[in-house]
């Protein structure tokens, strides 16, 4: 198992679990994180985007291109921002902390 520890936007810290090959932003909903996920991982939104702690961010697999496109239409954006639905959790990210931006935009609403 892969261990997840979310600090949510209040600042409360959440710990999760999830098998090797999961995407964040699936262990995300199911651990309560207000993440959207509008277009269900089809990086056709940003309701997802998270801020990865920077010492792992640099453990992930880097963005794409069009990941980066859509990074730029989300609120809060930071260095380590990344999409939840297009990180897939290995053994090699057990531990990683990820924050729930305080800023968020729910795309269905404009």
């Not at 999830?18 to 993440?35: F, K, W």
């Not at 291109?65 to 609120?75: F, G, N, P």
């Not at 990820?98 to 800023?103: A, C, K, Q, S």
Request: glycine share 8%; net charge negative; aromatic share 2%.
């Amino acid at each position: 198992m892969v261990d997840v520890l979310f600090v949510n936007i209040d600042g409360s810290r959440v710990s999760a679990q999830a098998e090797p090959g999961s995407r964040l932003l699936e262990v995300a909903q199911n651990a309560g994180m207000p993440l959207e996920g509008t277009c269900e991982g089809q990086m056709a939104c940003s309701t997802c985007h998270v801020i990865i702690s920077s010492d792992w961010f640099d453990k992930l697999v880097p963005a794409s291109d069009d990941e980066e496109d859509m990074l730029d239409l989300a609120a809060g954006v930071t260095r380590t921002s990344r999409l939840s639905c297009q990180i897939q959790l290995t053994d090699a990210l057990d531990g990683i902390a990820v924050r729930i931006p305080g800023v968020v935009r729910d795309m269905q609403i404009g």
